[in-house]
């Protein structure tokens, strides 16, 4: 199993350009999440899917939208990036009901707004 | 508003020493408190975590030592090694509805010496 994957790694944009970042999961989970960590911040939560079908605001989700394409994969799209948009952006999927929230979380997407 | 307070913000520590780093959380919802390791250029990863029916939890040289009453929690590593070398958040959430995002502390830089 390749757990949770992202595309790119890697990514520099202008401002105002846009772009989608991708992931996908292949353990079957129900909930997909997209976080952004910056210095000193931590780990915030820009937009959650808790099922196909659905999706909700996080913590920070200005300037972002996301789609839930199917179980597998979960976007997150910059319309029109901006400098405090550079970050790196983690993709995170769980199962509920397990009795835990165990999140698995991908490799990671740097990306740069000059 | 910080739901999750997380130190010291960084650590030395000496191999075979042992390092502590503590969090502390506001939300008497939450009852599930993981704790994550993150090495440079890779995703988070979960290490261990706790359910507050239990006072303590421990995995080898990894231990979590949580407190109802204070609302702290806090992980040991015992033996500390080079390899352990990374940053380490502490988190919280519910677990009783799907899509329930974790609320990370803003981490914690360990390095080990040798």
């Known amino acids: 199993n390749a757990g949770v994957t992202q595309t790119p790694k890697f990514q520099v944009l202008k401002t105002g350009q846009s772009m989608t970042l991708q992931c996908a999961q292949d353990?079957?989970?129900?909930?997909m999440y997209w976080y952004r960590q910056d210095p000193g911040m931590g780990l915030r939560l820009i937009y959650y899917?808790?099922?196909?079908?659905t999706t909700d605001k996080g913590e920070v989700p200005n300037g972002y939208n996301v789609s839930r394409l199917n179980k597998r994969e979960f976007s997150l799209r910059l319309e029109s990036a901006a400098p405090s948009q550079t970050s790196v952006y983690f993709c995170?999927?769980?199962?509920w009901g397990l009795g835990n929230n165990e999140q698995f979380f991908g490799p990671g997407t740097r990306l740069t707004v000059l | 508003q910080q739901q999750v307070k997380q130190s010291p913000q960084s650590l030395i520590v000496q191999k075979g020493g042992i390092s502590i780093i503590n969090c502390a959380y506001e939300?008497?919802?939450?009852?599930?408190f993981p704790w994550y390791q993150q090495f440079p250029g890779k995703g988070p990863a979960l290490l261990i975590a706790?359910?507050?029916?239990?006072s303590e939890k421990k995995e080898g040289r990894f231990t979590i030592s949580f407190n109802k009453s204070a609302k702290q929690f806090s992980l040991h590593i015992m033996d500390s090694q080079p390899g352990d070398s990374a940053t380490y958040f502490c988190?919280?959430?519910?677990?009783?509805?799907?899509?329930?995002?974790?609320?990370f502390g803003k981490g914690t830089t360990l390095s080990v010496s040798s």
């Open positions: 899917s808790a099922s196909e079908g």
């Open positions: 988190a919280a959430s519910g677990i009783h509805q799907a899509g329930t995002a974790l609320i």
């Open positions: 706790i359910r507050p029916d239990v």
């Open positions: 353990m079957n989970h129900n909930s």
């Open positions: 939300n008497t919802a939450f009852d599930y």
């Open positions: 995170a999927s769980s199962e």
